[in-house]
């Protein structure tokens, strides 16, 4: 029996490889607001999870493909989490970028304009929403299925391509697929990120998502005096 420990050690000793796949990926353009490369970048993100579901596809939606993939843990009565990532990126912004945004750079500490900073880091369009914690996820669920033979839960991914336009085909694919959809006992957005001083974030959960339209008149005041009332409002604990 192989324990966590070596699933661990594992993805250590794959680090190179790991980040070698993540600027990979970072090189595949795909862009949901004008379709450049979604086709491509749907396929691109099949095969990668494909790497831990065999079952993988790229399924045609009333928007851009959805790529669905199902691993089965060998337990018996385990829950089955959703997995939900998306694969598109935002619009390049060239006056927000000091090299490729789809180079898959890598920076030395020298370079950034970060303090806090202590090494060299990877930057790249879509790195944080949502390659990279989406790419962790699956690197180390492949590395447990090599070390463990075995993963402790059954999952679902669903991995979309219009994460940056407001996902208006999500809800038509999860009608589409709710036999399948409806076996989970929950879901998660993978969002793990790394802090300047190089501790890692992990948010476990979410009770949930509020959206509201907020209307705000300053009167005479300027906008920027404005924004700093309403940030002392909040920043009130009363």
């Known amino acids: ?5 070596d699933v661990h050690d594992e993805i250590d000793r794959r680090q190179g490889k790991s980040v070698n796949a993540l600027r990979r990926w970072i090189r595949q353009p795909a862009f949901s607001d004008t379709g450049v490369g979604i086709a491509d970048g ?4 099949r095969d990668l999870l494909a790497t831990i579901a065999d079952d993988a596809t790229v399924l045609i939606t009333d928007g851009h493909p959805i790529v669905l993939g199902t691993i089965n843990s060998r337990r018996k009565n385990v829950p089955t989490l959703i997995i939900y990532g998306s694969y598109d990126v935002p619009p390049v912004f060239e006056e927000d970028w000091t090299v490729d945004p789809l180079s898959g750079s890598i920076l030395e500490v020298a ?5 806090q900073l202590e090494e060299p880091i990877l930057v790249g369009l879509g ?7 989406l790419i962790a996820n699956i690197l180390a669920v492949k590395a447990m299925l090599d070390v463990m033979e075995d993963i402790p839960v059954n999952l679902i991914y669903i991995i979309e391509g219009e994460g940056q336009i407001g996902s208006p085909g999500l809800a038509g694919f999860i009608s589409r697929y709710r036999d399948v959809l409806g076996q989970a006992d929950g879901c998660w957005m993978p969002g793990m990120q790394q802090i300047p001083a190089g501790h890692m974030l992990l948010h476990q959960a979410s009770k949930g998502v509020l959206f509201a339209e ?23 604990d009363t």
């Open 1 to 5: 029996y192989n324990s966590r420990q």
């Open 42 to 45: 749907a396929v691109y993100t």
């Open 111 to 115: 370079d950034i304009d970060i303090p």
């Open 127 to 133: 790195i944080y929403h949502h390659k990279a914690p």
């Open 214 to 236: 907020i209307e705000c008149l300053a009167g005479d005041k300027s906008v920027q005096q404005f924004i700093s009332d309403m940030d002392a409002l909040f920043e009130d």
